[in-house]
T-cell receptor, first 112, second 115 residues
Framework: GESVGLHLPTLSVQEGDNSIINCAYSNSASDYFIWYKQESGKGPQFIIDIRSNMDKRQGQRVTVLLNKTVKHLSLQIAATQPGDSAVYFCAEKGNSSYKLIFGSGTRLLVRP | DTGVSQDPRHKITKRGQNVTFRCDPISEHNRLYWYRQTLGQGPEFLTYFQNEAQLEKSRLLSDRFSAERPKGSFSTLEIQRTEQGDSAMYLC?????????????FGNGTRLTVT
């Protein structure tokens, strides 16, 4: 079936550096994408979303890039902080559907 | 805190017992979702409500699982005759919107352990 996956299961970065978390999706009909952050023992926390009619969206310290040609999504975190350490999930939603499909996650470790 | 609230946070039960979880969505959110998450995996969709109507159910939701949202506000998820494979984190989420694209806001889940 259609799926969302991630290239790297674990990403380790130095505090203050920028982080880039990548995600590949396979459903070309997906029209909405979300990045979530999940800390241990907590539910996923919404970070940023992007619709398929956009290729870039910025938030506070975060940027999401969408490349529909190669079906690739990325999350950029500027000036990574220890509090950014968590598992990050990308999720996609198909056209005319309310169901979000999640990938398996990337763990971000921030070194002090 | 006016986020999504789930109760209980943890539940340990013996195989074969029935369990029920409750979810209180963000006030005025008309959409409510249940997801299941196992260790190291992303959440898997179980079911979706718009107001009190259950509009979509996953094939993962066997006949032992039932979800309700009787008044379009809180929701319950019941698992009958629990099995060890039901051990997981059960997440509830809600969203507000009339179109298809609105972010889901998740609660902190109910962790179920079936012994």
């Amino acid at each position: 079936g259609e799926s969302v996956g991630l290239h790297l299961p674990t990403l380790s970065v130095q505090e203050g550096d920028n982080s880039i978390i990548n995600c590949a999706y396979s459903n070309s009909a997906s029209d909405y994408f979300i990045w979530y952050k999940q800390e241990s023992g907590k539910g996923p926390q919404f970070i940023i979303d992007i619709r398929s009619n956009m290729d870039k969206r910025q938030g506070q310290r975060v940027t999401v890039l969408l490349n529909k040609t190669v079906k690739h999504l990325s999350l950029q975190i500027a000036a990574t902080q220890p509090g950014d350490s968590a598992v990050y999930f990308c999720a996609e939603k198909g056209n005319s559907s309310y169901k979000l499909i999640f990938g398996s996650g990337t763990r971000l470790l921030v070194r002090p | 805190d006016t986020g999504v609230s789930q109760d209980p946070r943890h539940k340990i039960t013996k195989r074969g017992q029935n369990v029920t979880f409750r979810c209180d969505p963000i006030s005025e959110h008309n959409r409510l979702y249940w997801y299941r998450q196992t260790l190291g995996q992303g959440p898997e969709f179980l079911t979706y409500f718009q107001n009190e109507a259950q509009l979509e159910k996953s094939r993962l939701l066997s006949d032992r699982f039932s979800a309700e949202r009787p008044k379009g506000s809180f929701s319950t998820l019941e698992i009958q005759r629990t099995e060890q494979g039901d051990s997981a984190m059960y997440l509830c989420a809600s969203s507000l919107g009339t179109g298809y694209n609105s972010p889901l806001h998740f609660g902190n889940g109910t962790r179920l352990t079936v012994t």
